[in-house]
Each structure stands twice: as C-alpha cells, then as structure tokens.
C-alpha cells in the first residue's frame, strides 16, 4: 500500500472545531448556489415563508389554513 496514514486524537479534532480558521470559509471557495450558498429559489421562498409568518401573527385571532399541494 502507498501513502501516508495520519492519525489524531480526539481532543485534537473536538479542539479543531473551535478553531476560528475552522469558522471561516476559504477566500478562494465558489459561490455555487445550493452548495455553497443557498439557492436563489431557497432565499425566495425564505422571504415568503417570513412574510406569511408575520402575516398571521399580525392576525392572533383566526386559524391556520390548510396550504395547497
């Protein structure tokens, strides 16, 4: 077998987790929408879902409708 086995400890990893730079996309990472950034389709429906919310909080008094299929 080639290669190089790399082995690290648990504490190790849990400690990477944490780490800034592990929070933090790479400079150099595309933008493709549904992977890496949500899709535009996803932050339209977002925005409905949002407003829909709203709407039916501003109105306590009446029941939920059923949505459409």
Excluded: H, W
Aim: charged content about 25%; hydrophobic content about 30%; aromatic content about 2%.
């Amino acid at each position: 077998l080639a290669g190089t086995r790399i082995i690290c400890d648990r504490k190790f990893l849990l400690e990477c987790k944490n780490s800034p730079a592990a929070r933090t996309p790479p400079c150099c990472l595309p933008q493709t929408p549904g992977v890496t950034s949500l899709a535009q389709s996803s932050l339209v429906k977002l925005e409905e879902l949002k407003e829909r919310n709203e709407s039916q909080e501003a109105m306590p008094g009446e029941q939920p409708r059923a949505r459409p299929l």
